[in-house]
């Protein structure tokens, strides 16, 4: 199991004045709320989109005292993903290539290079100067 964590967030603002219930510690015009998945597993794209959806329904409640919705989707994650998700293209869901490319530029064909020589690849120590 990979070691590092995840985070996957969704974060929404509203005004004081959209929400049905207002706890008493609002003490501001806009109310900034948000869920974060945080995972082990590289499933990003599949995760955000399960949070997209369930989360813009909870949102849409304006009652944030009503926590049951994410009750169950954290229960429903945390059946549903597993490593065997990893085997499987489901696991590039909602990564763009483009937005790769744009990011890295020619740093992405040097990776893919060193994707094609795969063991052969030889890192010299940085000694200092």
Same mark, same amino acid.
């Given at each position: 199991m990979p070691s590092a964590c995840?985070?996957?967030p969704y974060?929404?603002?509203?005004?004081? @004045?959209k929400l049905l219930k207002k706890d008493s510690d609002v003490t501001r015009e806009t109310v900034q709320k948000s869920v974060c998945v945080i995972s082990r597993l590289p499933l990003y794209g599949i995760i955000e989109a399960k949070l997209a959806l369930i989360t813009h329904a909870y949102f849409e409640e304006l009652d #944030?005292?009503?926590?049951q919705l994410l009750e169950?989707?954290? &229960? @429903?994650l945390n059946?549903?993903? &597993?490593?065997?998700?990893?085997?499987e293209s @489901?696991? #590039?869901v909602g990564l763009s290539v483009r937005d790769l490319v744009l990011r890295f530029k020619h740093r992405v064909l040097i990776l893919f290079k060193l994707l094609l020589l795969e063991?052969?690849?030889r890192f010299p120590p940085k000694f200092p100067n």
């Amino acid at each position: 199991m990979p070691s590092a964590c995840l985070p996957v967030p969704y974060i929404v603002i509203w005004t004081l @004045q959209k929400l049905l219930k207002k706890d008493s510690d609002v003490t501001r015009e806009t109310v900034q709320k948000s869920v974060c998945v945080i995972s082990r597993l590289p499933l990003y794209g599949i995760i955000e989109a399960k949070l997209a959806l369930i989360t813009h329904a909870y949102f849409e409640e304006l009652d #944030f005292s009503k926590v049951q919705l994410l009750e169950d989707t954290y &229960n @429903q994650l945390n059946e549903s993903l &597993n490593e065997k998700l990893l085997m499987e293209s @489901q696991i #590039f869901v909602g990564l763009s290539v483009r937005d790769l490319v744009l990011r890295f530029k020619h740093r992405v064909l040097i990776l893919f290079k060193l994707l094609l020589l795969e063991k052969r690849v030889r890192f010299p120590p940085k000694f200092p100067n």
